[in-house]
T-cell receptor
Framework: DSGVTQTPKHLITATGQRVTLRCSPRSGDLSVYWYQQSLDQGLQFLIQYYNGEERAKGNILERFSAQQFPDLHSELNLSSLELGDSALYFC??????????????FGQGTRLTVV | GQNIDQPTEMTATEGAIVQINCTYQTSGFNGLFWYQQHAGEAPTFLSYNVLDGLEEKGRFSSFLSRSKGYSYLLLKELQMKDSASYLCAVRGLTGGGNKLTFGTGTQLKVEL
């Protein structure tokens, strides 16, 4: 158990809908990262938050947004869902932003299926 | 930007040694990580290199050459449970944050 909690574990929804994925980082970790992993692709970095502020952005679609709350949990919002958004969404956390000698610990992921 | 290359697949025999290579191009290099991922599960941390040289951790070792943009993961005494995807990831500093960019992974199959 990495200490990173993601809910829900599975989500099935229709095209055009909006969903929210939730992540609780390890106790004491200030940084949260979101990744998307499709069947035919590797882990794609979406966005990083540190202590409530956005710090780094990857290939995140405009239909997607995220935030980190004062209690450090984070939510990833996916809207106007398309079939191609079906993927595993991972959250990871690490103690600090520029992370000296610290790895990121991953949650178990949310499997999103858009039908 | 960051570009990471690693072989797509490798096969090895139980009890043997296998080396998985990774080459990368990045700006603001701040460390290279190796993760193991079983299908449908979360990646789990294996090793970390930020300085040149070899880091050994039990059956796993990882090597880094920053000047060559090259790393490898060495797995010794292979076991069937080592069959998994091995992900090379590079951390690059971007402003006040850092991006951990992953390669597409090397699918290792361990056979009897």
């Amino acid at each position: 158990d990495s200490g990173v909690t993601q809910t829900p574990k599975h989500l099935i929804t229709a095209t055009g809908q909006r969903v929210t994925l939730r992540c609780s980082p390890r106790s004491g970790d200030l940084s949260v990262y979101w990744y998307q992993q499709s069947l035919d692709q590797g882990l794609q970095f979406l966005i990083q938050y540190y202590n409530g502020e956005e710090r780094a952005k990857g290939n995140i679609l405009e239909r997607f947004s995220a935030q980190q709350f004062p209690d450090l949990h984070s939510e990833l919002n996916l809207s106007s869902l398309e079939l191609g958004d079906s993927a595993l969404y991972f959250c990871a956390s690490s103690p600090n932003s520029q992370g000296e000698n610290t790895e990121a610990f991953f949650g178990q992921g949310t499997r999103l299926t858009v039908v | 930007g960051q570009n990471i290359d690693q072989p797509t697949e490798m096969t090895a025999t139980e009890g043997a040694i296998v080396q998985i290579n990774c080459t990368y191009q990045t700006s603001g290099f701040n460390g290279l990580f190796w993760y193991q991922q079983h299908a449908g599960e979360a990646p789990t941390f294996l090793s970390y290199n930020v300085l040149d040289g070899l880091e050994e951790k039990g059956r796993f070792s990882s090597f880094l050459s920053r000047s060559k943009g090259y790393s490898y993961l060495l797995l010794k005494e292979l076991q069937m449970k080592d069959s998994a995807s091995y992900l090379c990831a590079v951390r690059g500093l971007t402003g006040g944050g850092n991006k951990l960019t992953f390669g597409t992974g090397t699918q290792l199959k361990v056979e009897l």
